[in-house]
T-cell receptor
Framework: DAGVTQSPTHLIKTRGQQVTLRCSPISGHKSVSWYQQVLGQGPQFIFQ???????GRGNFPDRFSARQFPNYSSELNVNALLLGDSALYLC?????????????FGPGTRLTVL | QQQVKQSPQSLIVQKGGISIINCAYE??????FPWYQQFPGKGPALLIAIRPDVSEKKEGRFTISFNKSAKQFSLHIMDSQPGDSATYFCAAGYSNYQLIWGAGTKLIIKP
């Protein structure tokens, strides 16, 4: 079975631009979470979606938004990019999204904002 | 209260030795404590996890020790191997699904 896939692998944008990152969960998984990992730090929770509904949101500005599609894939959108948005964006899928459900992470999308 | 403090920041261990990484938390509502391993260029992968009703859990060479009263938990890697060289993250979560992560420990196993 394929693991969590994310696209693109790398992305370079300039300040003020908008970016869309994509994630396909493991087949059968209904929950997708997004994390931001700044170099040298642990991941920080951005969003979780379950059954196409937003279940929770971390401490990120409204420039960050996400959605989940009927096939459970997900997109993360970031508007008005800032230099500080440069990070590895990780997508994790889990069966039902509960805390004890193992989260399986994709390889991430490396976003560089110039 | 939402922080998970992880130490040390980096660790060098001889092959065959024991690697020990520690984490401390404040929020007593946390009820799930996983450890993740991350290699460069890869996403984190779950190693082992524990619930607070258990004081120790062992899977192969990896053991979590959990001290509920001290609000601390640790990862022990027995017989450490060069292939264990990676960054290790502890995390804590509770019923509303969100994981709070430590800052990570870069582990280097010297052959």
């Amino acid at each position: 079975d394929a693991g969590v896939t994310q696209s693109p692998t790398h992305l370079i944008k300039t300040r003020g631009q908008q970016v869309t990152l994509r994630c396909s969960p493991i087949s059968g998984h209904k929950s997708v979470s997004w994390y931001q990992q700044v170099l040298g730090q642990g991941p920080q929770f951005i969003f979780q979606y379950y059954e196409k509904e937003e279940r929770g949101r971390g401490n990120f500005p409204d420039r960050f938004s996400a959605r989940q599609f009927p096939n459970y894939s997900s997109e993360l959108n970031v508007n008005a990019l800032l230099l500080g948005d440069s990070a590895l964006y990780l997508c994790a899928s889990s069966a039902a999204g509960g805390t004890a459900d193992t989260q399986y992470f994709g390889p991430g999308t490396r976003l560089t904002v110039l | 209260q939402q922080q998970v403090k992880q130490s040390p920041q980096s660790l060098i261990v001889q092959k065959g030795g024991i690697s020990i990484i520690n984490c401390a938390y404040e929020n007593t509502a946390f009820d799930y404590f996983p450890w993740y391993q991350q290699f460069p260029g890869k996403g984190p992968a779950l190693l082992i996890a524990i619930r607070p009703d258990v004081s120790e859990k062992k899977e192969g060479r990896f053991t979590i020790s959990f001290n509920k009263s001290a609000k601390q938990f640790s990862l022990h890697i027995m017989d450490s191997q060069p292939g264990d060289s990676a960054t290790y993250f502890c995390a804590a979560g509770y019923s509303n699904y969100q994981l709070i992560w430590g800052a990570g420990t870069k582990l280097i196993i010297k052959p």
